[in-house]
């Protein structure tokens, strides 16, 4: 008798996992690995079509792991605990900083909509209509397209690597039709890499896509994971304005408990009630100025 087939897509307990052969497959040539790209990013396409997958919760985390990428390129020694420091940690009037600035840059390009207006507010020192004359450089498929993008900006203002990297990124969502940049070609590209060009550069950012793609299928699926649990365990909180500090949980990499919309003690007492049942965890190993994430 016939069996029926399991449907991942639908199933609520999981999400679909990127096909073995395009992690095992190792693959040289550019038709290669243009293919391999082009199937993990369907498949991602896919988990992140789901209504269930924490979506801002997903791009603020690979904004943070963007921004390390970059400050990384930059040869600044600041990672991901130094990161979270500079962004939740900074006070009215502070500097951000190099590294925080990239951070910046990075958060103002994934929170909103991909648009021109969007990308000037993230890259404040380009003029909108250099922006978007730089965005319809790229033509063809989206990874080509975003690997044009790339070359030209960097050609254009060598020193520009995080602009080059976030308009690439805008430019493969576009293509993709997302409504806002999820960064996988910063995470997954090298330093080196940015040097390239023509068919070399089209090669590493195929194969940038490929890696960044496997690994945020897997970053969804644990947040997924992460995310239900926080919200099976909201209605066991008690305090006023609990909901709203829950959905900054779910929507933030990071949370300051000052950060909540909650007096001070209650905000302390909810991130260590989250704590204990096993929402969320605690990031900083301090004692003080602590910061919580799913």
């Known amino acids: 008798m016939p069996f029926a087939r399991p449907d991942h897509i639908s199933d609520l307990d999981t999400l679909p996992r990127m096909p073995p052969w395009v992690t095992s497959v190792r693959s040289e040539t550019l038709e290669d690995v243009a293919f391999l790209s082009g199937a993990a990013l369907s498949h991602l396409h896919l988990v ?140 997954g590209l090298k330093r080196a890499d940015l040097r390239k060009q023509g068919d070399d550069l089209r090669l590493a950012c195929h194969r940038a896509v490929v890696a960044s793609a496997v690994e945020t299928t897997r970053l969804a699926a644990d947040l997924t994971r992460r995310a239900e649990h926080v919200k099976a365990v909201a209605p066991k909180l008690r305090a006023k304005g609990a909901g709203a500090a829950v959905e900054m949980f779910l929507t933030h990499d990071a949370v300051a408990a000052a950060e909540l919309p909650l007096p001070p003690r209650a905000a302390r007492r909810l991130c260590d009630r989250l704590v204990d049942l096993g929402a969320v965890r605690e990031l900083t190993g301090r004692d003080t100025f602590r910061l919580y994430g799913v």
């Open 48 to 187: 992140l079509g789901r209504e269930d997958v924490p979506h801002a919760l997903i791009r603020d985390r690979l904004t943070l792991r963007a921004t390390e990428a970059c400050v990384t390129f930059s040869g600044r020694p600041d990672r991901v605990r130094e990161l979270r420091d500079l962004l939740h940690l900074l006070r009215p009037g502070d500097l951000p900083g190099p590294a925080g600035e990239i951070y910046l840059s990075w958060r103002r390009a994934t929170e909103r909509a991909v648009s021109v207006k969007a990308l000037g507010r993230a890259l404040p020192t380009f003029e909108p209509g250099q922006i978007a004359t730089w965005l319809n450089t790229g033509q063809g498929t989206p990874v080509p397209r975003a690997a044009t993008v790339l070359e030209t900006v960097l050609r254009e203002a060598p020193r520009a690597d995080v602009p080059a990297l976030v308009l690439a990124e805008a430019s493969l969502a576009q293509s993709l039709r997302w409504k806002h940049v999820v960064p996988l070609l910063a995470p």
